[in-house]
């Protein structure tokens, strides 16, 4: 069975950095993309970013230049770096793990992130 957790979520003022880490367990995950959306209240979730085992990031306009992905293929843990935070950065943060060769996914619990002065 897979297992996402996520961790280090929490508040922070505008302009600072957070770290969030997803933990995956429970099957092989060479084969899989890891990455993180998000969902502000009222609002969709949004795709945030993805890696492959390999390498190769892809992110969404809105955090290029901000956030950085990586990924530990040795622990099956992948983080998501977040600087220069803004209001607007407010959401609940899911970790995520998705097959490349489509069909299986799976989602963490969520961790929340909260921007505010």
């Known amino acids: 069975q897979v297992q996402l957790v996520e961790s280090g979520g929490g508040l922070v003022q505008p302009g600072g950095s957070l770290r969030l880490s997803c933990a995956a367990s429970?099957?092989?995950?060479?084969?899989?993309?890891m990455g993180w959306s998000r969902q502000a209240p009222g609002k969709q979730r949004e795709f945030v970013a993805k890696i492959k085992s390999g390498g190769w990031p892809t992110y969404a306009d809105f955090v290029k230049g901000r956030f950085t992905i990586s990924r530990d293929n040795a622990k099956n843990t992948a983080y998501l770096q977040m600087n220069s935070l803004t209001l607007e950065d407010t959401a609940v943060y899911y970790c995520?793990?998705?097959?490349?060769?489509?069909?299986?996914?799976?989602w963490g619990q969520g961790t929340q992130v909260t921007v505010s002065s």
């Open positions: 995520n793990v998705q097959s490349i060769f489509g069909g299986r996914n799976y």
């Open positions: 429970g099957s092989n995950f060479d084969s899989y993309f």
